[in-house]
């Protein structure tokens, strides 16, 4: 089974080949949560993923022969981009199979680093078995993106810089997809700090590593996605699930909007863009604060790949949730200048008019009665309470729709 001996190993290869990332406390995360959160930068890697860390590391050990036959691997986006970027940098030719549904910012750099990016199936699996066929094809070297000991051994490494950052972690919470990265991290954590506690963390739509370590039967919903879809694995790795069984002290699920809210409160907070795979440790932390409390807590931001339209969409379904942006419905006699008392008095409140809908058919008022529906930006929702007292006040029917 994979030792420090091969973490350290790994480490010395990809040494100045890779970024060595900052790894800084968050004060603000710390009293949100009441745990002290130390937060890895691996989103500032080159390709803004840690998994630049094992290509390298697998990449640098192929034989002349294999190098020139070159590589192939199936990826989500964060894997094909470190494969291709670090068989660029040693003249190997990349060929990456990536899954339908992957975010085009993905399939873009990929290609821009020189991969020849082949788009099959709808799921990872379908991805794997048409990248097998490739290989078997032509030739090529498979590279795996988690059960494989050089990757592993590669995402280790990550392990070695958080406890020389800071050697008193109690706790490392790690995302799992096909679990890679925390094989490594726990492998290195149990050597050299015994008795820290690791933490993986999985999307409750993709609950297979977790089913597969505890014998559970979560239920997973792999057709209706997830917005950490970097770790939306269906086949968890053989070597990684023995290695997580040995070594991961707890698991836990997340759900949708926990990752929304984790991602939302990275940027605003560390002014940090991470994607959804990137912010399950703190959806988690959030999720389940009794675990963490009091403890100093490491977390990696694995990855900050992720398509702008998703991210707005993030963005402002995390405004709602906040009562910064609320919807508003206000009933009113349908007569001239109704809309511009309404509006005056949202003014003289503070808030902001984003959108305005007149709703007369689909009512259950009187022919001569009007809905009007507000989008309204307010500060949260405090404020948003003392917007729809004034609105009271001035004799206007107001409630919050959600």
Do not use: W
Request: net charge negative; hydrophobic share 45%.
């Amino acid at each position: 089974m994979l030792a420090l001996t091969d973490i350290e190993a790994a480490a010395q290869r990809i040494d100045g080949q890779t970024l060595r990332t900052p790894c800084v406390a968050s004060q603000t995360l710390s009293r949100i949560t009441g745990a002290q959160i130390y937060l890895k930068f691996e989103n500032l890697q080159f390709t803004a993923s840690f998994k630049e860390r094992g290509a390298c590391n697998k990449l640098t050990q192929l034989t002349p022969e294999e190098r020139a036959r070159g590589v192939i691997a199936m990826s989500a986006g964060n894997h094909a981009q470190g494969v291709a970027y670090h068989a660029q940098r040693l003249d190997i030719r990349a060929v990456i199979v990536m899954p339908s549904f992957t975010p085009g910012v993905k399939v873009e750099r990929t290609r821009g680093f020189g991969a020849e990016v082949v788009l099959h199936g709808d799921t990872l699996d379908e991805a794997r078995s048409h990248a097998y066929q490739l290989a078997q094809e032509q030739g090529l070297v498979f590279v795996h993106p988690y059960d494989d000991e050089a990757i592993i051994a590669g995402q280790g490494t990550i392990a070695l810089e958080m406890l020389q950052d800071v050697p008193d972690l109690d706790d490392l919470v790690v995302s799992i997809g096909g679990g890679g990265l925390i094989a490594g991290m726990a492998t290195a954590a149990e050597a050299i700090r015994p008795g820290i506690k690791v933490t993986g963390v999985q999307s409750a739509r993709f609950p297979m590593m977790v089913n597969a370590v505890q014998g559970t039967q979560h239920p997973s919903a792999p057709h209706s996605g997830t917005i950490a879809e970097g770790i939306a694995v269906g086949t968890p790795g053989q070597i990684t699930q023995a290695i997580i069984a040995q070594r991961v002290d707890a698991l836990a699920l997340v759900d949708e909007g926990d990752i929304e809210q984790a991602i939302v409160m990275l940027l605003e907070i560390e002014k940090t863009l991470v994607e959804g795979a990137g912010a399950v440790g703190l959806a988690a932390v959030l999720k389940y604060p009794q675990r963490f409390r009091g403890r100093k807590v490491g977390l990696v931001l694995s990855g900050g790949n992720i398509d702008p339209l998703l991210l707005s969409a993030i963005i402002e379904r995390g405004m709602v949730r906040a009562g910064r942006l609320a919807r508003i419905r206000v009933g009113a006699r349908d007569v001239p200048g109704v809309l511009a008392r309404i509006t005056q008095v949202v003014a003289q409140a503070g808030a902001n008019v984003d959108e305005v809908h007149h709703q007369r058919a689909f009512t259950p008022l009187a022919a001569q009665n009007v809905e009007i529906e507000l989008v309204l930006q307010t500060r949260g929702r405090a404020h948003l309470a003392q917007v729809l007292e004034a609105l009271k006040a001035a004799g206007l029917a107001a409630q919050e729709l959600t």
